[in-house]
């Protein structure tokens, strides 16, 4: 992917790309997609407006610009097809005057700088005279995969509207036209099959190592080979080259995807036994050097070529607006393989591992109720952001969103659970996770060995209760057994093993009594924005990507869950703030942990039925049900409305109703939808919603009714003598 050259080509490419059509041969090809977009939507926010436009899906944040909607869109192909051409033509330009200055991007912060609270909302930008942006579109062409396949990727970033300072005039296109040239190659690219998964570690592992060779070639039918670092750079397997041993390991990736059609690469040791390649982003004042495993994961760049992550071959690698000389390094950084690592730093360590992940495949943990638990933990990652919003518990929000039919549970400053004296914050949370779960959503700070957070709007009190944090020590001390969960942490430096061995992230694989059974979070320090934004771009964002990769985009696997966020996240023109992002998106853990059933997901449950009007406190039934394709029995879900669910139910005959019960507990209007799942733990869509009114019980405007119910005692004594 080019770094940050799209903005100066964007011009010359839209007119090679439409005088270029006539000059094509037979075979190229070409693919249009229209996008249609909306008025946009003015809305005055204190002293700025803020603009936003239906059916976009995206901003544009640039720090010291203003805030604008935008859209994305990812096209792939084929390996081995040349892009001729991408464009993207504006129809139906409108214009029209805004009051105010159009609000500036918000500040993006880091928990490891210290936050300055007068510097929180960004009051004002130099605005300047010219129209911003300069472009309708900017595109990226990069390698990885999509959909379990290696293939070419095409993105957009559409940018629907132009802002004119100098005049107070907002320009936009009600539709966008996209056109793509290319040239599928003659022949299609055919690797071998021999292995799906490559293991790489110290010799020193390998017979820690072999139970897990033979459970994955055995009982889950991966063809699986252990190479040890010795062999790799001895050459044993394919010639070695690279300069060090972190490009001699990365060429071997390249050859074990050619030669043997490898999918998904495992590195088992910490840095001290397996050695990590560091990246050099300068993003503001943030000059932090650290680790990314995405150098071994990203083996190929757009052409094909080997992605060495040091363009301009002075051995400092990704490098970013690096140094005196603002040094920039081409990184494709779209993952070819799906990739993790074990940083285990004894046998010991591996030997905890490898059962984990055994017992976990062998049981199938997807078709177990508890893996459909999710719990959520957050309070206010920055107290006095303009809206006043509790970033992390509305990070977590976003993440119960993604994960219909996941039951939540909700460990957060709001509802008390992180601050109360007995039992502690740090007690809630030991207790949420010792329950069982499947995925754990983390948003927070966090050092190398710590995660915590603030209370809503204070500054000055950080939480978990007692202390105030909770540390890789009291996830050495779950006991949630087999019952394990994919570990989500948005907060710094929680998985900085290079320089803490026993980081809080990989604390939670180190428990051989519970813990979880794979971890993504930061290898550094991250960055995120204030406010409502939190969830638009920076770290929570990759988090929330991990969510969706897993539940939207239906990853089999760990690999596919962890590549798919960073394939997701990725757009043209990324700034240092997303490339510290992607670059810093650690994952621990092996890639082909198997953590969805091979089923076809039973069909939409019928829209639940049931009255449409009720009470207060009055108990209504309701029904659905729904069949399967493969005719596996079949649990439900209902979701009230207000906030609670029925909890899975079942399981069921395919075909067979299921059968709910609620009671509200205040008046309002509320949608009542179903969601099912097979025994293979594989889940439907959502029904379509039931509405139901439920108005307050004895609405009767009687002063001495009114007093009667607020004395429950006397009003129960009056019913019981006048039988009522
Ligand atoms: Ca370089
Ligand atoms: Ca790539
Ligand atoms: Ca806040
Ligand atoms: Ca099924």
């Known amino acids: 992917m080019k770094r940050f050259v799209t903005f100066l080509f964007v011009g010359i490419l839209v007119l090679s790309g439409l005088g270029a059509v006539a000059l094509q041969d037979e075979n190229t090809k070409v693919e249009t997609k229209s996008i249609n977009f909306s008025h946009p939507i003015v809305n005055e926010r204190n002293e700025f407006v803020k603009i936003s436009m239906p059916k976009t899906n995206s901003f544009l944040m640039r720090q010291n610009k203003p805030l604008l909607p935008s859209y994305i869109e990812t096209f792939t192909y084929q390996i081995g097809t040349i892009i001729n051409s ?39 930008i130099d605005y300047g005279k010219d129209p911003y942006p300069n472009t309708w579109y900017t595109y990226d062409v990069g390698r990885g995969r999509y959909n379990n396949e290696p293939c070419v990727i095409v993105k957009l970033h559409i940018l629907p509207i132009q802002y004119n300072p100098a005049e107070g005039i907002i320009k936009w296109s009600n ?92 590195l088992v040791g910490g840095s001290d036994k397996l050695p990590v390649r560091e990246t050099h982003v300068k993003n503001g004042d943030d000059e932090e050097i650290f680790v990314s495993d995405l150098y071994y994961a990203d083996i190929y760049n757009e052409t094909d070529d080997f992605c060495s992550w040091d363009s301009n071959e002075n051995d400092v690698f990704g490098e970013y607006n690096w140094g005196t000389s603002h040094n920039y390094d081409e990184v494709d950084l779209y993952p070819d393989v799906y990739f993790g690592r074990l940083a285990c730093v004894n046998g010991g360590e591996v030997t905890t591992s490898v059962n984990k992940i055994i017992t976990y495949e062998t049981n199938k943990a997807y078709t177990k ?65 010792n329950a069982g779960c499947g995925f754990i959503d983390f948003a927070g700070h966090g050092a190398t060995n710590v995660w915590a957070t603030h209370a809503y709007e204070d500054d000055e009190t950080w939480i978990p209760t007692p202390s105030g944090y909770y540390f890789n020590t009291k996830v050495k001390g779950l006991s949630n057994g087999d019952e394990l969960p994919i570990v989500i942490i948005g907060a710094c430096s929680t998985l900085k ?79 240092a703030l997303d490339h510290k992002t992607v670059e810093e998106f650690q994952s621990f853990g092996d890639p082909s942990l198997k953590i969805r059933g091979d089923s076809q997901a039973p069909n939409k449950p019928m829209k639940p039925s049931g009255p ?15 069949t399967d394709p493969e005719v596996d029995k079949v649990y439900y879900l209902f979701d009230w409305g207000d906030g609670t669910s029925s909890g899975w139910k079942g399981p069921y ?30 889940i439907s869509d959502w029904s379509e919603p039931l509405g139901i009114t439920i108005t307050k019980n004895r609405a009767v405007n009687n002063p001495f009714i009114n007093f009667l119910q607020q004395h429950p005692i006397l009003f129960q004594l009056l019913q019981r003598l006048l039988k009522l």
């Open 369 to 433: 109720n508890w893996f459909n638990d999710l719990v959520v933990i957050g309070g206010d990652h920055a107290p006095g952001d303009s809206c006043a919003v509790p970033e992390e518990e509305f990070v977590n929000e976003k993440v119960m969103d993604v994960m219909g039919g996941f039951v939540p549970d909700k460990v957060w400053d709001s509802n008390g659970r992180l601050t109360g004296l007995l039992p502690t914050g740090v007690m809630e949370i030991n207790s949420a996770i």
């Open 612 to 626: 449409a009007n009720g009470k207060v406190g009055t108990e209504y039934t309701f029904t659905t049900s729904t």
């Open 86 to 124: 991408v464009s993207c033509i504006p129809n139906d330009i409108q214009q029209q005057k805004i009051s105010k200055y159009i609000m500036p991007t918000p500040e993006a912060v880091s928990g490891g700088h210290i936050i300055n609270k007068d510097n929180k909302q960004v009051t004002t």
């Open 175 to 266: 539709k966008m036209d996209i056109i793509i040239e290319y040239n599928e190659p003659k022949e299609p690219t055919i690797f071998n099959d021999n292995y799906d998964l490559v293991v790489i570690g110290p010799s020193e592992y390998s017979n820690e190592l072999a139970p897990l060779i033979t459970h994955k070639i055995d009982e889950m039918g991966v063809a699986t080979i252990f190479v040890s670092l010795t062999d790799i750079y001895n050459g044993v397997h394919f010639p070695a080259q690279g300069r060090d041993n972190q490009e001699k390991i990365k060429y071997f990736i390249k050859d074990a995807i050619e030669n043997w059609g490898a999918s998904y690469v495992l």
């Open 497 to 575: 093993f290079n320089i803490d061995p026993d980081c809080f992230g990989w604390s939670f694989i180190l428990n051989n009594n519970g813990g979880g059974i794979a971890v993504c979070g930061a290898s550094g320090l991250d960055w995120f924005y204030l406010g409502e934004f939190v969830t638009e771009k920076g770290f929570e964002k990759i988090c929330i990507d991990a969510f969706e990769a897993f539940y939207d985009d239906g990853a089999m696997t760990f690999g596919e869950m962890w590549s798919g966020a960073v394939s997701d996240y990725i757009y043209p023109g990324m700034d």
């Open 653 to 682: 005959d395919s075909g067979d109703t299921c059968v709910a019960s609620n009671t509200w507990s205040t008046a309002g209007t509320y949608e009542i939808k179903a969601i099912a799942k097979d025994t293979n733990g594989v």
